[in-house]
């Protein structure tokens, strides 16, 4: 029943992120729901899902994305297993906890992406996680909050469970 829910979760994710990511934008910042997909997937399913999750999401972005093919697969993979181990027993029920978690793995995602996008310059290095990665890692992190909270009003069930 998880992975059917899991399966659910991302298509309506990449449904969000294909139409209205770009229609919610503020001044050009969009918000990156398949990060937030995968720290989900990560921080519910654990380390070797985490990295299969994150690896397949990238790849998955990286074949409609301009850029060298592989670094959304690359980024995402890591943020999937540092996720998953740094949050396998803390309370995921606390949206303090949520928050540090999502902007965590945004801005690692950012860091790794435009570090190698960049090609190490750290002038474009800068720019990037300045006026990109900073507010978009923002936003994407309260889209994802408002997101989960509602999500959870409807179904009354808390999708980011704690350890019992």
Same mark, same amino acid.
């Given at each position: 029943?998880?992975?059917?829910?899991?399966?659910?979760?991302?298509?309506?994710?990449?449904?969000?992120?294909?139409? /209205?990511?770009?229609?919610?934008?503020?001044?050009?910042?969009?918000?990156? !729901? +398949?990060?937030?997909?995968?720290?989900?997937?990560?921080?519910?399913?654990?380390?070797?899902?985490?990295?299969?999750?994150?690896?397949?999401?990238?790849?998955?972005?990286?074949?409609?994305?301009?850029?060298?093919?592989?670094?959304?697969?690359?980024?995402?993979?890591?943020?999937?297993? /540092?996720?998953?181990?740094?949050?396998?027993?803390?309370?995921?029920?606390?949206?303090?906890?949520?928050?540090?978690?999502?902007?965590?793995?945004? !801005?690692?995602?950012?860091?790794?992406?435009?570090?190698?996008?960049?090609?190490?310059? /750290?002038?474009?290095?800068?720019?990037?996680?300045?006026?990109?990665?900073?507010?978009?890692?923002?936003?994407?992190?309260?889209?994802?909050?408002? /997101?989960?909270?509602?999500?959870?009003?409807?179904?009354?069930?808390?999708? +980011?469970?704690?350890?019992?």
């Amino acid at each position: 029943m998880k992975s059917v829910r899991d399966a659910i979760v991302l298509v309506v994710v990449l449904i969000l992120q294909g139409t /209205l990511a770009n229609r919610i934008a503020i001044a050009g910042v969009r918000p990156d !729901l +398949l990060v937030a997909f995968v720290v989900y997937f990560a921080w519910m399913r654990g380390p070797v899902s985490g990295v299969v999750g994150g690896f397949s999401v990238g790849l998955l972005q990286d074949l409609d994305a301009p850029g060298p093919l592989g670094l959304n697969a690359l980024a995402k993979t890591v943020v999937g297993f /540092l996720v998953a181990k740094a949050g396998f027993r803390v309370h995921r029920s606390n949206v303090g906890v949520r928050f540090f978690f999502f902007l965590f793995a945004m !801005l690692v995602h950012d860091v790794i992406y435009f570090g190698v996008y960049t090609g190490g310059e /750290l002038g474009a290095f800068v720019r990037q996680f300045v006026f990109v990665a900073l507010p978009s890692a923002l936003y994407t992190t309260v889209i994802v909050l408002i /997101l989960l909270s509602t999500a959870e009003g409807f179904s009354r069930t808390l999708l +980011l469970t704690d350890e019992v």
